[in-house]
């Protein structure tokens, strides 16, 4: 029985090898798809008949051609039966697929405001917790402990040791560099080996962003609309709150620096601005968040007060 697809090959009654199966995806998911596709350097598969059966049942009879087999629920075994007729001769294989359930959820080390509902991007210069979820059952169909199975971690094709083991069901990656992708995959096995599955994943840092959003007294910080381009004071004074999203957070929060008609203002992620005077004006508010440096952003608003003619402003 075969613990996870892979090729294999037919045996006739002389002991030659007349045909094989490729079996793909390498893990098929519970209730998903195997394709079984044949290949042989020794008989003519276009002048071949294949009949399939799957748990005893024919599905297909026909040419020799990829062929997708519906799988049932994790810890099933489908058994698939294959003959291919040529040249008056008969050579049959048969193969088990049983699709075990694992799935990788990366979870990015990285700056997002708090409560945020989404989910921050993979930052640059930073990591990410990437974790696997295993629903895996036994031969018998009894459920086994996440706990209790193997985990073997490669990151770009390197196993990495050091995180491997029974149990290790995350590990943590350092961002790939800007404009390329690192590949993230796990092998888990059952402590007596009798059953394993895996999965892998691919890992881009993206550019992180910054949002200013208008914080209200009563309300508070209003998050369903970001301030960009301009932004008009009313009233005698006016709070702003930053968010950087998406910056690495491993050595602490990003920094945040507030700059008022170019001159540094404050720090910080709030800042408060009173217009003064009694007249109209205008200045320019920037805000530039960095950690690290490749990981820096940037934003820039134009401010308006006032109703009449005259009048300063400055930020507290």
Not at 26 to 55: C, E, F, H, K, W
Not at 164 to 174: M, N, T, Y
Not at 187 to 203: I, K, M, N, P, Y
């Amino acid at each position: 029985m075969l613990l996870v697809p892979i090729i294999v090959s037919a045996q006739a009654l002389d002991g030659t090898n007349p045909f094989s199966i490729a079996v793909s995806p390498q893990y098929p998911s519970p209730r998903g798809q195997a394709v079984i596709t044949p290949t042989s350097g020794s008989v003519d598969l276009t002048n071949a008949v294949m009949t399939v059966l799957v748990n005893d049942k024919q599905i297909y009879q026909g040419n020799a051609q990829p062929l997708a087999i519906s799988l049932g629920a994790a810890g099933a075994l489908t058994a698939v039966k294959v003959t291919m007729t040529s040249n008056g001769k008969k050579y049959t294989q048969a193969l088990s697929i049983r699709p075990q359930d694992v799935v990788l959820v990366a979870e990015p080390v990285s700056s997002a405001p708090v409560l945020y509902a989404g989910k921050p991007l993979v930052p640059l210069e930073g990591s990410v917790r990437v974790v696997a979820v295993a629903n895996m059952r036994s031969v018998g169909g009894k459920s086994i402990a996440p706990s209790a199975l193997a985990y073997q971690w490669r990151v770009d094709d390197t196993i990495i040791s050091g995180s491997s083991g029974i149990g290790k069901d995350a590990i943590v990656v350092a961002s790939p560099l800007q404009y390329r992708e690192r590949s993230v995959s796990v092998t888990v096995r059952s402590q007596d080996e009798s059953v394993g599955s895996g999965a892998s994943l691919s890992l881009a840092a993206q550019e992180p962003t910054l949002r200013v959003y208008r914080n209200d007294s009563l309300l508070g910080i209003l998050y369903d609309h970001a301030l960009s381009g301009s932004y008009a004071i009313a009233g005698t004074e006016s709070s702003l709150f930053a968010a950087p999203y998406s910056f690495p957070i491993i050595n602490g929060a990003p920094t945040l620096q507030w700059f008022l008609n170019g001159a540094a203002a404050q720090t910080g992620s709030s800042i408060t601005l009173r217009p003064t005077g009694s007249g109209k004006g205008s200045a320019s508010l920037s805000l530039v968040a960095s950690a690290g440096y490749s990981s820096t952003a940037t934003l820039n608003l134009s401010l308006s007060f006032g109703a009449a003619a005259g009048g300063g402003f400055f930020g507290l």
